[in-house]
């Protein structure tokens, strides 16, 4: 960062630590991964200094020749891919683009339905707090006990509320979804079938999670996930979309824009186009199995040490720790803010029936996208359940005080506590030399 660091020294070091970070700790955030060099290069390219309001063709400013056949690529580069035939690659990010489907199929008041955000659904499902739940009439459903989502309350929800649309997709969710089901109970009430595969595009195309393309009328996506491109998002029209409303790839396209947005941002859609094209790959087919046998790896390094997975185990990239075993209800921070300070990046959850509450839950989510990025295998998963364990057996004497007040100074001490234990901080080191062995851009 040549220039970087002589213009300003401040955020140069910034970067600087950031990518140490990134290359000593262990990032076991599922819905994080590191882009190829070649995808960082387009993403940081001249294409930021233009705009291109509309699209290929249609575009309200000049000089946009070039964009248009970038753009261009992008999108057939995605319809090739997720085998459809209609793709809007502008969204600025995941949230904007299922915001988008909303304006393409709704009008504010319309029933929607989408998972609980805190059974694994996402914000822009219909959450209370989100856009989507204030301008939408919202109805949620849920997981049951071992965290499969519940298909016979999704039926009679659907029968009482008659949604115009309904979501299935997830950011904490350890199965393969319901897509063909879905399906036919949207087509039974004459909904729109959304599916959100921002966290399982990368193992869709690798094939080791089926698709929704034959059942969903609209897909949508991130692209930074497991599909490991840049931040940005993209809004699929399948066959079965066309055939119900043939207006659909119009109306997504409206919607985004002028409907959302205005110029989209051109140096993302190459980044998406090359993020695409190395996703079409052998080597990246490769890439996301290995992503699904680590996470398998992992759950059973951690059920074999006694850790309570959420649904026993996982068929994605992703596992749910049960921590109450450990620390009873609302432990979830303490095993995310020890293993922070080991290195190792999670983020505390919730769990099915949640006896706490989200801001202070008892599960703990852990994935292996990023890691599968540097080339670790099932036996690094091995080792990282030993890390793993090891600290949350070194702290689980902890509880959550039940009153409120007590809390926040309960914390205080844990964490200084923490700092100070010297298990923890034998493997903190452990942890960086481990990680520091596997290359961040190592392909
Ligand atoms: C990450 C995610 C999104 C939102 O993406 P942002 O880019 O963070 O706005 C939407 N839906 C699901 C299921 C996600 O996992």
Redesign the pocket.
């Known amino acids: 960062m040549k220039n970087l660091s002589q213009t300003d020294p401040e955020i140069s070091n910034l970067i600087t630590k950031e990518k140490l970070r990134q290359i000593n700790e262990l990032e076991m955030i599922p819905?994080e991964n590191y882009v190829s060099p070649a995808v960082l290069e387009a993403s940081g390219s001249v294409l930021t200094n233009k705009y291109s309001e509309g699209y290929p063709g249609k575009r309200y400013y000049a000089g946009n020749a070039v964009i248009d056949e970038i753009e261009k690529l992008a999108v057939e580069r995605a319809k090739k891919l997720f085998r459809v035939p209609h793709v809007n690659v502008q969204p600025y990010?995941?949230?904007p683009a299922?915001l988008a489907v909303y304006m393409a199929v709704c009008k504010p008041g319309d029933t929607i339905m989408g998972l609980d955000l805190t059974h694994g659904g996402?914000l822009?499902h219909g959450w209370k707090v989100s856009a989507t739940g204030i301008f939408y009439k919202s109805v949620q459903y849920h997981v049951k006990a071992d965290g499969r989502i519940d298909i016979e309350e999704v039926k009679k929800l659907v029968r009482e509320h008659k949604p115009k649309l309904i979501w299935a997709?997830?950011?904490a969710y350890m199965y393969e979804f319901p897509f063909k089901e879905f399906g036919e109970i949207a087509q039974n009430c004459g909904a729109y079938f959304a599916c959100?595969i921002?966290?399982i595009a990368g193992l869709i195309v690798a094939g080791t999670h089926p698709t929704p393309v034959p059942y969903a009328h609209i897909v949508t996506t991130?692209t930074h996930?497991t599909l490991r491109g840049p931040?940005g998002?993209m809004i699929m029209v399948t066959g079965v979309g066309i055939k119900k409303d043939p207006d659909l790839p119009s109306k997504i396209d409206k919607a985004v824009f002028p409907g959302l947005q205005g110029g989209p941002h051109d140096n993302t859609t190459a980044a998406i186009a090359v993020a695409l094209h190395e996703a079409s790959t052998l080597k990246f087919k490769r890439y996301g199995k290995q992503i699904v046998k680590n996470a398998k790896a992992l759950a059973s390094g951690l059920m074999e040490r006694g850790v309570k997975l959420v649904g026993n185990g996982t068929e994605n990239h992703l596992i749910l720790l049960d921590l109450t075993p450990f620390f009873g209800p609302g432990g979830g921070y303490f095993a995310h803010y020890a293993l922070e300070f080991a290195g190792i990046v999670g983020n505390r959850n919730t769990i099915p029936g949640e006896p706490s509450s989200p801001f202070y839950p008892s599960g703990l989510r852990l994935g292996t996208p990023a890691l599968t990025t540097r080339g670790m295998k099932e036996k690094e998963m091995e080792k990282i359940a030993g890390f793993i364990f090891e600290i949350l057996d070194n702290i689980k004497s902890n509880k959550l005080p039940q009153k409120k007040e007590d809390r926040q100074p309960y914390l205080v001490k844990f964490r200084e506590e923490i700092k100070k234990n010297k298990n923890i901080t034998q493997i903190k080191k452990e942890v960086n030399q481990f990680a520091s062995r596997f290359p961040i851009f190592s392909y």
Request: hydrophobic share 20%; aromatic share 0%; proline share 0%.
């Open positions: 819905s990010s995941g949230s299922n996402h822009t997709g997830a950011t959100d921002a966290h991130t996930k931040r998002a």
